[in-house]
């Protein structure tokens, strides 16, 4: 489920399936915490469709099941959190001693179910945990959006806007890198969409313009095409919301159930 959160996949599902009904189910999993070994009841998704990379979040480049409280996992006994598809990936013996430091003075409201800890709450730990472990720019600047989004929709104007700023910093050091410029449409595009929500729409108009004549590229010269269609779809939509004015968040109430 990693790679769910990726536009790559989005491309390959929207190019290869069909739109069947748009629903998203989940089910339940035992899941074992990779720090104190603690056995979790969680929730894991089941199905899923291409439909999911055309719901609003989209207007964020953030994705299901991103945009879902039940993707972020909180162990109910050591309090580690964070989201499902780092839960074995990220976490691993080096980070065990300094994760316990960090966890002893973390505290989580009591509840009989892991979705019914806030959202937030399990955020702000789950942050301290990618602290530890560590996150390249992109994974980061993800994050932080992720955070924004979450802070937005739970009526937290200020939290959203400082997670978008932060956010904000590291997609225009992305844009910027040499190092990234297989990926600068998708960077800069990024930059539009968060100068867009923190109320800055001639910002994002020009990020739109400086992405709108890139092209992605890759050792897979199809998926990147594709990419770089859905992003110039994406660029489109985003200058409609911008000619008519729309600043607003994009999150309805169907991406995150």
Known sequence: MRAALTLALAVGLLLAAPLPARATTWGPAQVECPLCGHDNAFERP??????????????????WPATEGRSLYACSSCRLTCFMWDWQQRITAEHHARLREVLA???????????????????????????????????????????????????????????????????RALADDPAQAAEAKEHRVVVACLLRLLGDADGARAALDAAAGLKLAGDDAARAQGRTEYLDELIADLRKRLDAGDLSDDAPARDDH
């Open 46 to 63: 089941m199905s899923y469709g291409s439909y999911i990379y055309r719901w609003p979040s989209r207007f964020q480049l953030i994705f």
């Open 105 to 171: 003075d973390v505290t989580l409201p009591a509840a009989d179910s892991y979705r019914k800890v806030p959202i937030l709450d399990r955020l702000a730990v789950a942050e301290k945990v990618y602290e530890v472990v560590g996150l390249d720019p992109v994974t980061r600047c993800r994050l932080y959006r992720t955070v924004g989004y979450h802070a937005a929709k739970q009526g937290q104007a200020e939290r959203a806007r400082a997670a978008r700023q932060r956010a904000l910093d590291l997609a």
